[in-house]
Structure formats: structure tokens, C-alpha cells
């Protein structure tokens, strides 16, 4: 049961998407509900599964690793699979809107959009890293496509830095992987563990992977490729890439990490993804607090958000953890509401430029709501998912008694309210507000409502962590500090 | 010098080669190129981990290097239409630095 509950996981948006293609336009709508709507129950049944016995694996056609691939869940992948599956479905609200069946892009949308959902969750579900290859490859082609969908000039350089940059770090991933096998034998991430032991062809090959996998996931200094990407990209792309597909990289460089070389002695090495992750906190910051496109604020505050995930390594304690895990969720939730937000003002004003924003929270209400509500949770302002999680990761720091790393979290927060509210300042208190913007399109009411879900979301993770929390240490990799 | 050594040394050529090419071509053709060939030295080094010490040769890795080839053709195809649009919509198939116009107005 749970089994062809995962299968149907991965293969309903893979059909879907094959039946966005081939089927006449009259049935993309059924298309687009069979590859989307069943997805949340079918999860439900691998939830109970993993919540009673724990982690659960997969033999795919009944060969066992080390010749056949394996999925597993545990519940940790659980986790982000809910997330992508949530996220997905509440930005496909949205995309609904922008790209209904019948409109220009809708029928070059919806196949990408299903295979990326599809390929997200393969990815997540796979613990052979010849297979997360591929599921990577799909993640990245099907993205980059999207970027590239309405085929504006900007859209399309963006995307083609970002497809060269995305090339050259699966084909460092796949270097890694191809050295690994040849030690080892085995692909199997959950394997690698007792097989691989340190030396300095195994080293070169975990770093390898890991130096692809941080290009993916944009992080300081090879982050250049994001800002354009997810900011010139349709509404709906710029919120699954800044709160899905980037972080699925470093979901991967955890599991690496405390799973495929759990023994390894990498006191520098974590020193040193910390360092390059609080130098993505201030550089994204910094450079958010100097954009005059909203998109790109948004953009570079992903650069610096993603640096928090990367805390993890020097913290490597339960606490931290945890703290990475909530961040993860509630800054994709928080970053989705904004750029979907960002989306119905870029839409109804025609620019997203700052200094044309002045009064539209008059003309826009639900939408400017949205992006504050967000931006609470991005700032870390109490009570949100945001603060939930900044709150652990200092408390992290706290008790491992990493003082920089404790004022590190405080400058990113301060920084973080100061690049928001120069938005929120402009929006609602500059001297130009009134009588702008008569001329407004509407948005439709779902697109804002989508936005709204989703903010509200990142605020009630400040109230409901408990299960979460509790989930997150059920799938700690074994051996970590409290 | 044995087989699997001259395999392994064609690999590091190969990769040198595309990483130089990827970083000094401006022109996108040759950067896809430059890709293509880091991605066949990495299949000329799967490809040697599979020779032989002794009796048959593993099968595993050679399955890896047809689903790689096949995904470096479809990365390819995908690239190369992306650059003919490119070039459509600019008027170049380059990446020019001078070209982001990311706070203008």
C-alpha cells in the first residue's frame, strides 16, 4: 500500500505532465487536477507508515542495492515532501491564474510545471546517488525552462547563465559520484556510511559533489546566477525556485553529510561552509538593501536566507537541526507569499521598481498584506515561522557556545528588517502615495488569495511547531549532539 | 603504463580542456561544446572504473554512461534551442557582463 502510494507520488505528475503534452487543450485542465489534487491524500498513507515504523524502503523492481536503486523515507524526506507538495499546490492556485488553460504559455507551463513537481519528489524520495542525478537533472532543465517560458530577452539570458552554471555543477556531482563507485562499488547513499573511508580520493569526491550541489543552491560566492533567474522569472517560478528548488541542493549536501559520512572527522570543512553561509547572509542582505526592482529584493533576500542552512554544519547539534529544518520550511512559505505577491503588483502596475510603488497598498491591500506578513516571518519577528526558527538556531549557538555564530544570526535578522521595511516604508508612508495608480489592473482574487494562503502559513508555523519539531529529531541522523 | 592509468589521464586532458573552454569562449556554441566534452571525460573515467582486473567487466557503470549521454543530449538540445532563441530575441548568442540590465530603468 505504501509503496504504490509512493510510486503514484512520483508517476501521477509524470503522466499528467506526458498528458499536458499529447492531450487537445479541452482536457490540460483535467490534466493539471490528476497530477495535482490526489497528491496530499496519497501522502497521507506513507505519513501514518513512517510515523508508526519509522524510516521506509524501497527495492524499485525488487532488485536491493547495492545493484538496484532504492527509494527511502524517512522523516526527514517526509518532511519536504509535504512542503513541496503544499507549496506546489497552493503556488498552482496562483499559476492558475497567470497560465489558464487557454492563454498564451498555458500549454508550454503546465507540462514543465508538472515534471518539475514530479521530478522534486523523485529526488527527495531516491537514495541512490546516480538516481538523484538524474531527478536533479530533471529538477534543473524543467526550472530553467520555466525561467525561460514567456521568452522576454532578460528571462532568457538569466536562464541561459543559470543552465551553463547548473551544467557544470551536475557534471561535478557526477565526477563525484563516478569516483565514489569506482571505490566503493556501491551508489547507495545509506551505504556509504560503513563503505567509504576517508582518503583523499574519497575527500576530493564528497567535495566535488558538495561544490556542485552549493552552485545549485546559489550559495556566496557562486550564487551570481540567482538574482536574475528568480527575478525575471513568470510569479509562480520565481516562489517553487527560491522556496523548493534551491533548497533541495543543500536537503541533499545534509544528507551527504550526516548520512554518507557520518564518521568523517570535517571540523574545518563545516567551519568553512558556515563561514561561506554567513558571508551569503550579509552579502545577500547588503546587496537586497541596494535593488530597485522588488523581484530582486526578494532574489537577494533568498541568497542571504539561504545562508542560515548552512549554520547547520558548524552548530551539528539536534537544536540546530531542528533550527535548519524550520527555517527551511517556514522561509518557503514566507519567500512563496512575496513573490507571489510581487507577481499580482508586477502584473496589475506593469514594474516592480521601488520608487513606482509608493501608495499601492491603497490600490492593493491583500497583496501588500501578503509581503509584510511575509517579510515578519523572513525578519524573524515574533509570531511567525521565521522567529520560531531563528529563536532555535540561537539557542543552537547558545549552548554550543559559538558566540559569533550567535551574532551572526542577530546582524542577519537586523539586516533582514532593514532591506523589508525600506520596501514597506516606500509602499506605504512615502510623500507621493496619494492619488497614484488610477489606472491599475485588477488581479484575480485567487491570485492574491494564494499569496495571502501562504503568508498566513509562514505566521501559524510560529504556533504549531511542536509536531514538526518532534518529527525532525524522529529523523536525526544518528550521533549528533543534543 | 596500463589501460585503466591512459584512461584516467585522457579523462583529466578532456576535462582541462572543457573547464578552459567553458571559461574563455564567449560564444554560447562553444560553451556547450566545452560542457560536452567535461561530461565525455567523466564518461571515459566511469567507463574506466568498469575495465576488467580480472574476468568480466562491470556492467553498472556502463549503464550509467548511456542514462548520462543520453541526459547530455537532451541538456544539449534543450541549450542550443535556448541559444537560437537568444539570438532571435538579442540579436546574439554571447553573454555579455555589460548586458544585465538589472537596476536601470
Redesign the interface.
Known sequence: MTTEALALIVFLPLLAAAGAVVLPTAWLGLSIRVGLMPLPLLLLIPTLEVLENGAYRIALAGHSAP?GIAWQLDPLSLLMLWLNVGMTLLISLHANCSFRPGQPHAHRFWPLWLLLFAGMNALLLSADL?NIY?TL?LVT?TA??LI?LE????A??A???Y??LA??AS?LY??G???I??QT?V?DLYLLAERLAPGWLSVTAIALMIVGLLIKAAIFPLHAWL??AH?NAPGPVSAILSAMVVKVSIYLIWRLWFWGVPEWDLDRAALLLGVLGGMAIVYGSLAALV???LK?IIAYSTVAQLGYLLLLFPLASTLAFQAASYHLLSHGMAKAAMFLAAANILRSLGTD?LRHLAGIDQRLPLDVFALALGGVSIMGLPPSGGFLAKWLFLEAAWSARAWSWLILIALGGLLAAAYLFRVLAVVCLHPRRRGNHRHLKRTPDTASLAAMLLAVGAIIAGFTSAPILDLVEAGLPPGLPR | MDSATLYVLAAAVL?GIGVHG?IVSAH?MR??FA?NI??SS?FI??V??ATPISGQA?P??QA?VL??IV?AV??TA??LA??V??SQ??GKAT?AVE?????D?
Do not use: C, H, W
Open positions: 545493484l546516480f538524474v537533472e532543465l530553467i525552462g525561460a521568452g522576454k530577452p532578460p532568457l539570458r536562464a541561459m547563465r543552465l551553463l551544467l557544470l557534471l557526477l565526477l559520484v563516478g569516483l563507485y569506482g562499488g551508489l538574482p536574475a527575478g535593488q530597485q526592482r530582486l521598481r | 576535462f567553458l554560447l560553451k556547450l560542457i567535461m561530461g567523466i573515467l566511469l574506466a572504473t562491470d553498472i557503470p550509467l542514462t548520462g541526459i537532451s541538456a534543450f541549450g535556448l541559444m532563441r537568444m530575441e538579442t553573454l548586458d544585465e540590465p538589472e537596476n530603468d
